[in-house]
C-alpha cells in the first residue's frame, strides 16, 4: 500500500473466516533483510486455529522489493523499520475494520523481529497487550564482541558507508546504544515473554538474558524467559522444540482463551 510519509510498504495478512472483534498479532520477520512470504508455518498454523489476525510486515530493508528498499534501512534501524511496522499496523486494522480488536494487538518476532518487538512495546508502551521475542537483538554494542556476524552490528547500527571505517570511538558506542532496544526497557508495559536458544551463537542469550535484569530491575513490566538448552538461533533444531515454543508464545498472549 502506499503511505503518505514511508511511500510504499508490502504486509502479508492471514485471517480467520467469518471473524468478529478477533485478537490482532503483528508478526516480524528477522533479517532484517529477509521478508515473509506465503509459506507454511507451524507458529502460523496453530494461531489461525485460534482465530486471530495475522500482521506481518515487510517494511523497509526487506527483499522483494528492490535493492533500494534494501539499503534504505543500514543506519536507520529502531527508527525507520519501527515507522514502517506502526504504518503497516494501521492500514490493516483500518481494512480490517470490526472483525479485528483493534485493542488487542500482540507482538512476535525473532531476532531482528524481537529487536523490533521490544523496541515497538518501549516506543508504544500503551498500544501492545503482550510481547513475545525469541532470541531477540537487544544491545547492539555487546553484540558485537558476541556474535558470529559482528559487521552486522556496524552495518545495522551505522550504515553501509559508517561501517565501513571500522573506527572504535565515543560516538560510535552512542549510535549503538542510542538504537538498541535495551534503551526502552523501563518503559515496557507490556508482559513481555522472551524465548532463548542456549546455543545461540548469532544471537546470544545473554542479549535477552540482559534485557530481562533490567526490565525486573528498574522496568514496569512481567517479564519471563523461557531458555531452550539444546538450541540455536531457530528454535527448531527438533520438532518437540518448535511445538513447545510455539505453544508457550501463544498461551503467554492468551490466544488460547479466544
Known amino acids: ?95 480490517l475494520g470490526q472483525s479485528a480488536d483493534e485493542t488487542t494487538v500482540h507482538l512476535f518476532g525473532g531476532s531482528h523481529g524481537g529487536f523490533l518487538v521490544l523496541q515497538l512495546a ?41 561501517s565501513q571505517q571500522g573506527i572504535w570511538n565515543e560516538s560510535v558506542a552512542t549510535k549503538m546504544l542510542e538504537v538498541s532496544p535495551l534503551r526502552w526497557a523501563r518503559d515496557i508495559r507490556a508482559p513481555v515473554l522472551l524465548q532463548l536458544g542456549a546455543r545461540d551463537q548469532r544471537c546470544h542469550p545473554t542479549q535477552g538474558l540482559y534485557m530481562a535484569k533490567v526490565m525486573r530491575t528498574h522496568g514496569k513490566a512481567k517479564v519471563r524467559v523461557q531458555m531452550f538448552p539444546d538450541c540455536q538461533h531457530s528454535l527448531a533444531d527438533k520438532p518437540e522444540q518448535t511445538a513447545d515454543h510455539v505453544v508457550q508464545h501463544c498461551l503467554w498472549m492468551g490466544l488460547g482463551n479466544s
Open 1 to 95: 500500500f502506499e503511505n503518505p510519509k514511508e511511500g510504499p510498504l508490502g504486509y502479508l495478512l492471514m485471517s480467520p473466516k467469518r471473524a468478529s472483534n478477533a485478537p490482532v498479532v503483528l508478526m516480524i520477520h528477522g533479517g532484517p533483510h529477509s521478508c515473509t512470504t506465503n509459506f507454511f508455518s507451524p507458529i502460523l498454523l496453530c494461531m489461525a486455529s485460534m482465530g486471530v489476525h495475522v500482521v506481518m510486515p515487510n517494511y523497509r530493508g526487506s527483499i522483494g522489493y528492490g535493492e533500494g528498499y534494501v539499503h534504505q534501512l543500514p543506519g536507520n534501524v529502531g527508527r525507520m523499520d519501527v515507522d514502517d511496522c506502526m504504518a503497516v499496523l494501521k492500514d490493516a486494522l483500518d481494512s
Open 122 to 162: 518501549g516506543q508504544f508502551p500503551d498500544r501492545f497487550k503482550s510481547v513475545v521475542a525469541r532470541n531477540p537483538v537487544t544491545n547492539m554494542l555487546s553484540l558485537v564482541g558476541t556474535s558470529d556476524i559482528p559487521d552486522w552490528c556496524w552495518v545495522e547500527s551505522m550504515g553501509t558507508q559508517g
